[in-house]
């Protein structure tokens, strides 16, 4: 019997029409048995490697060294040498670029958001996302009442984990990503490239205008430091910032 | 004299301390009572406030604890509040010193106190950023806890938080 393990399922519906769809066992390559004998050549040919790839990955955890608030304090812990995360592989990583987890350690707010996506976006794939803390899961105590907190994570990112708490205790964070190398071990090689980082998020285009950096570093250094506008006999108009409306 | 030992000492049409003095000196002013802890509140014209602060500077108050600002009543006015602390050497109980400027919603500017007391560079940055308060004289007012291009100011009491869909509730 010959495994097709390829992906052109194209190629198999030209038998498949020709025959009764109920009668499957004189269908040499019907489009059902090809799902079948891909997840038999998984599991019969590919098993150890599968096995060993999965393994590579999940006792090396890189996770990005991120946190935004409270739930960074317990992140850290894990750092040191009582709650050591070293153990399970888990090397803190300051640059997303060899980062390949992101636990959302602390509340994330509008402004904080797309600097959170940037970094998700910079993060090579296989990536992981456990949403740590009560905040970054449905927005936690600021779920309320807050005009600037986003109700969880997952309205901007892929979640794999949650992890309950306020803040969770470093031994549940040790928890969680034991979770997810369970998760992690239950992968399948052939299934790499099924969600392709490019395509994956709905875009549109934008119509924004480039303009100039909010923070170069002259804070101190601005001219209106100098000397008040009143000294200076300039009219108090021009210290209001000109898109400001007066309602 | 120590501002509890002035609560008990005259209780009719009695002024503060430093009202008095500032009155004395032709700086109009309002005495608004002790708050709990019997430090004085003054209520202060935006038109008088620099030259008021100027004044409490040279008798000796230097340390502009905090500013902060609050939102009176909806549709009312928006107040900004300074604590003022008179810091010394070796100081006991140093003098303290609240003043309110109230200012109406429509046309909410106060002048800028940064030029006296630096302390209030970011701290009246965030009181512009909460209420819309605008100060005059303020070298950079800019938005500092929201995001550069919100609109709205989120603490006045009739703010409606937008609909945005990162802010909807998560079921």
């Known amino acids: 019997m010959v495994l097709n393990t390829s992906n052109d399922i194209g190629l198999f519906t030209e038998f498949s029409t020709d025959e009764l769809s109920n009668d499957n066992s004189s269908v040499l390559n019907s489009v059902n048995s090809t799902e079948v004998t891909q997840h038999l050549s998984n599991s019969i040919i590919l098993t150890t490697v599968n096995d060993l790839h999965n393994w590579a990955r999940l006792s090396s955890l890189w996770p990005l060294l991120y946190g935004t608030s409270c739930c960074f304090i317990e992140f850290a812990s894990l750092l040191g040498s009582r709650f050591d995360f070293d153990r399970f592989g888990l090397v803190p990583r300051s640059s997303p670029r060899q980062a390949d987890l992101l636990i959302t350690a602390g509340t994330i707010t509008m402004k904080m958001a797309p600097a959170v996506v940037r970094l998700y976006e910079q993060m090579p794939d296989p990536k992981y996302v456990i949403a740590m803390g009560a905040c970054t899961i449905t927005g936690g105590m600021f779920s309320t009442d807050s005009y600037t907190t986003l109700r969880g994570v997952d309205k901007l990112l892929p979640v794999d984990v949650y992890l309950p708490g306020c803040p969770p205790k470093p031994e549940a964070i040790i928890d969680a990503v034991i979770k997810l190398r369970k998760k992690v071990a239950q992968e399948n090689l052939a299934d790499r490239n099924q969600f392709a980082p490019i395509h994956r998020y709905h875009t549109v285009e934008h119509k924004m205008t480039m303009v100039n950096k909010i923070h170069p570093g002259s804070y101190m250094q601005l001219e209106s430091r100098k000397l008040p506008a009143i000294l200076e006999n300039k009219k108090n108009k021009a210290a209001i910032p000109s898109d400001v409306k007066i309602f | ?171």
Request: net charge negative; with cysteine; hydrophobic share 35%.
């Open chain 2, 1 to 171: 004299m120590t501002p509890s030992s002035i609560i008990y000492q005259d209780k009719i049409n009695y002024q503060g301390r430093i009202s008095n003095w500032l009155k004395k000196n032709s700086l109009p002013n309002e005495f608004l009572g002790f708050d709990h802890q019997g430090v004085e509140i003054l209520k202060i014209q935006p038109q008088d406030l620099l030259s008021t602060s100027l004044a409490l500077h040279s008798y000796g108050f230097n340390y502009l604890r905090c500013q902060s600002a609050y939102d009176d009543s909806p549709g009312g006015q928006l107040v900004s509040v300074y604590h003022l602390v008179r810091l010394s050497d070796n100081a006991d109980e140093p003098e303290e010193l609240c003043m309110k400027v109230f200012v109406s919603r429509v046309k909410p500017i106060v002048p800028s106190v940064y030029w006296i007391w630096k302390t209030a560079d970011f701290q009246e940055r965030e009181s512009y950023d909460m209420y819309g308060i605008i100060y005059e004289g303020h070298p950079c007012l800019k938005r500092i806890l929201m995001p550069e291009d919100w609109v709205g100011w989120p603490l006045r009491k009739d703010y409606i938080t937008p609909n945005f869909y990162e802010l909807q509730s998560a079921y």
